[in-house]
């Protein structure tokens, strides 16, 4: 048995970039920014990583619409390592998360907005479901 999880919560450096495949399927992209503080020598000191991560999809469409640069969110999905032939034959690589739960955090009074590629019921919290929903 094997394992591929990660789970993130940090800042986005830019805003999405969302494009469509060939086939309709909305695609986006942009970088996420997670920092860790640490004492060192008696001073502390701030470390920051940062993450390519891709969304496909709803996912794709609701990030370009809700998420921009600075805005804090919370990500789990998998890593998945790319390579490619760039214009001049070198062979290149990257290392991504894709996104298989998003949710939106703090803001400017925003709602808290999540984005399932699964749509697993289980997943919502009672705040996600509409007064409607409720059977009673």
């Known amino acids: 048995m094997s394992v591929n999880k990660v789970i993130l919560i940090g800042r986005l450096g830019k805003d999405p970039e969302v494009r469509y495949s060939s086939n309709g399927t ?11 503080k640490f004492k060192k020598n008696d ?3 701030e470390e ?3 993450h390519r991560v891709v969304g496909f999809g709803r996912t794709a469409e609701i990030c370009g619409e809700y998420l ?6 919370f990500i789990e ?18 290392t991504e998360v894709i ?19 699964g749509d697993n019921p289980f997943d919502r919290t009672p705040n996600d479901i509409p007064d409607e929903d409720v059977p009673f």
């Open 68 to 73: 921009n640069k600075g805005r804090q969110i």
């Open 48 to 50: 920051t990583e940062w």
């Open 77 to 94: 999905g998998r890593l998945q390592t790319r390579e490619w032939e760039d214009k001049d034959g070198n062979r290149r690589w990257t």
């Open 99 to 117: 996104i298989e739960r998003m949710q939106m955090l703090g803001g400017k009074g925003d709602a808290a907005q999540e984005a399932n590629s």
């Open 26 to 36: 909305a695609i986006t992209s942009f970088s996420l920014a997670t920092s860790r």
């Open 43 to 45: 001073e502390f000191v």
